[in-house]
C-alpha cells in the first residue's frame, strides 16, 4: 500500500502548485503592468509639460508687442505716418 501513496500525493498536489505557479504568475503580471502605467504617466506628464511651454512661447512670440519690436529693430519698419498711399505697381 506504501508504495501506491507517492503517486497519489504528487496527483494531489500538482493542481495546487499550478494553482500556487499561476498566482505568482499574475501577481508578477500586476507588478509590471504597475511600472508600465507609471512610465505612462510620467511621459503624459512631460509631454504635459512640454505644451504648455510652447502655448507660452507662441503666445509670447505672436503678441503685438513683440511683433512691433522685431518690426523695428531687425526690419527697420517705422509706424505709418498719416495720409501716406504706396501704390505698388502690378506684375
Known amino acids: 500500500m506504501k508504495k501506491h501513496t507517492f503517486p497519489i500525493r504528487i496527483f494531489y498536489l500538482f493542481p495546487g502548485l499550478i494553482i500556487l505557479l499561476f498566482y505568482v504568475w ?36 505672436t503678441s503685438l508687442d ?15 505716418k498719416d495720409n501716406v498711399i504706396i501704390i505698388l505697381p502690378s506684375r
Open 26 to 61: 499574475q501577481q508578477i503580471q500586476v507588478v509590471l503592468w504597475g511600472y508600465k502605467i507609471e512610465s505612462v504617466q510620467k511621459e503624459i506628464n512631460y509631454y504635459d509639460d512640454q505644451n504648455r511651454e510652447l502655448r507660452l512661447k507662441i503666445g509670447h512670440l
Open 66 to 80: 513683440h511683433v512691433e519690436k522685431i518690426a523695428k529693430e531687425k526690419l527697420h519698419m517705422e509706424p505709418a
